[in-house]
């Protein structure tokens, strides 16, 4: 009744380097930030801190905001995404001195005036 006896060694072996492998690239991005020294909530494997948004995903923002400060780093899935909500810095970053080096930005995959977004009527850049 033992799984143990059913498997040969070499089994064994390719299945504890394939659960190692697993979990080392499951987690391999999220050391960016703590790296670099900016806070942020704690991601989860492959998922990062998508799990933390709701609907109104600003709310979210808001929220790290005040646990976090200005700037933090969350991650969306594997990818890490730095949130900065300070207006002088953005302009610093967006305008003045780092526009060649920020030309990727996030693509959107959604319209503006999708059904999804019905939070956004009344909003200035809905028409």
Same mark, same amino acid.
Not at 52 to 59: C, D, S
């Given at each position: 009744?033992?799984?143990?006896?059913?498997?040969?060694?070499?089994?064994?072996? !390719?299945?504890?380097?394939?659960?190692?492998?697993?979990?080392?690239?499951?987690?391999?991005?999220? *050391?960016?930030?703590? @790296?670099? *020294?900016?806070?942020?909530?704690?991601?989860?494997?492959?998922?990062?801190?998508?799990?933390?948004?709701?609907?109104?995903?600003?709310?979210?923002?808001?929220?790290?905001?005040? @646990?976090?400060?200005?700037?933090? *780093?969350?991650?969306?899935? %594997? %990818?890490?995404?730095?949130?900065?909500?300070?207006?002088?810095?953005?302009?610093?970053? !967006?305008?003045?001195?780092?526009?060649?080096?920020?030309?990727?930005?996030?693509?959107?995959?959604? @319209?503006?005036?999708?059904?999804?977004?019905?939070?956004? @009527? *009344?909003?200035?850049?809905?028409?």
């Amino acid at each position: 009744m033992s799984f143990l006896p059913f498997f040969s060694f070499e089994t064994w072996i !390719l299945l504890i380097s394939f659960v190692f492998i697993f979990v080392l690239y499951g987690h391999w991005t999220f *050391g960016v930030f703590e @790296k670099l *020294g900016i806070p942020g909530p704690k991601p989860m494997m492959y998922w990062g801190t998508v799990n933390r948004y709701n609907k109104v995903y600003y709310l979210d923002d808001n929220e790290c905001a005040k @646990k976090y400060g200005r700037v933090w *780093g969350s991650y969306e899935l %594997r %990818r890490p995404m730095l949130a900065v909500m300070d207006p002088e810095m953005l302009k610093i970053i !967006l305008v003045k001195e780092c526009f060649t080096f920020f030309t990727n930005r996030r693509v959107r995959t959604h @319209k503006i005036n999708s059904p999804r977004n019905t939070w956004l @009527k *009344g909003h200035p850049s809905c028409p």
